[in-house]
């Protein structure tokens, strides 16, 4: 069965703090996602990682960086929090689309949730 | 730059019957991917549904299926014998092909179920 982790369900962090957020999948893919989702917003793309240390800016990349060591593990880090990080995170991955026409089914986390006070 | 709106933050629909939610997305690509997700309360991310732009055909999952029009860019997701289970977020999304494909979700729709 897939599987996407995310360690942390719940999370609540003072302003100021630097806040790690890990997510670990164990089906060998080679593109995973950091998704912040709000209310009437949707999901926003923070940023994502195609391979092992390579990594694009998302939509929403201020105030973030990730970390991409090694191919099952891709981490979320705000630097310095701020209260206006209060959301839900969404870590998903799905395999490679090179030489394929389909379409890859992305698993999701289960999401964590943080709070910045 | 790629966009996806759904126009209905809520629906309704009476157990049994059908419902349709709406998508529509902006995007000059001519290969690409268009999802439904499903997000429970539990706010894991269930995939419910998925057409690749190149099919003509609508792809269709048991009592899910989809109306995709292409050159209107129009997405819309059918549930036929509404259940109880159903009721959640649902949530449109593009991905063109590619490698460094980024997934674009709409803003999400609520539906309730009622008995």
């Known amino acids: 069965d897939v599987k996407v982790t995310q360690s942390s369900r719940y999370l609540v962090k003072r302003t100021g703090e630097k806040v790690f957020l890990e997510c670990v999948q164990d089906?060998?893919?080679?593109?995973m996602f950091w998704y912040r989702q709000d209310p009437g917003l949707g999901l926003r793309l923070i940023y994502f990682?195609?391979?092992?240390?390579?990594?694009e800016k998302g939509d929403i990349p201020e105030g973030y960086s990730v970390s991409r060591e090694k191919k099952e593990r891709f981490s979320l880090i705000l630097e310095s929090a701020s209260t206006n990080q209060t959301s839900m995170y969404l870590c998903?991955?799905?395999?490679?689309?090179?030489?394929?026409?389909?379409?890859?089914?992305?698993?999701f986390g289960e999401g964590s949730w943080l709070t910045v006070v | 730059a790629q966009t996806v709106t759904q126009s209905q933050p809520e629906m309704s629909v009476q157990e049994a019957e059908t419902v349709t939610l709406s998508c529509t997305y902006d995007?000059?690509?001519?290969?690409?991917?268009l999802f439904w997700y499903k997000q429970p309360p539990s706010r894991q991310m269930i995939l419910v549904i998925r057409?690749?732009?190149?099919?003509?055909q609508n792809a269709t999952e048991n009592r899910f299926s989809v109306n995709f029009q292409k050159a209107a860019k129009s997405f819309s997701l059918k549930i036929s014998d509404s259940q109880l289970g159903d009721a959640a977020m649902y949530f449109c999304?593009?991905?063109?092909?590619?490698?460094?494909?980024?997934?674009?979700f709409g803003q999400g729709t609520t539906l309730q179920v009622k008995p």
């Open positions: 990682s195609y391979d092992v240390k390579m990594k």
């Open positions: 998903a991955s799905k395999t490679s689309d090179l030489g394929q026409r389909i379409g890859n089914t992305i698993y």
């Open positions: 999304a593009y991905r063109r092909s590619g490698n460094t494909g980024k997934l674009i």
């Open positions: 995007t000059s690509e001519s290969d690409y991917y």
């Open positions: 057409q690749e732009a190149y099919k003509q």
């Open positions: 089906m060998d893919h080679e593109n």
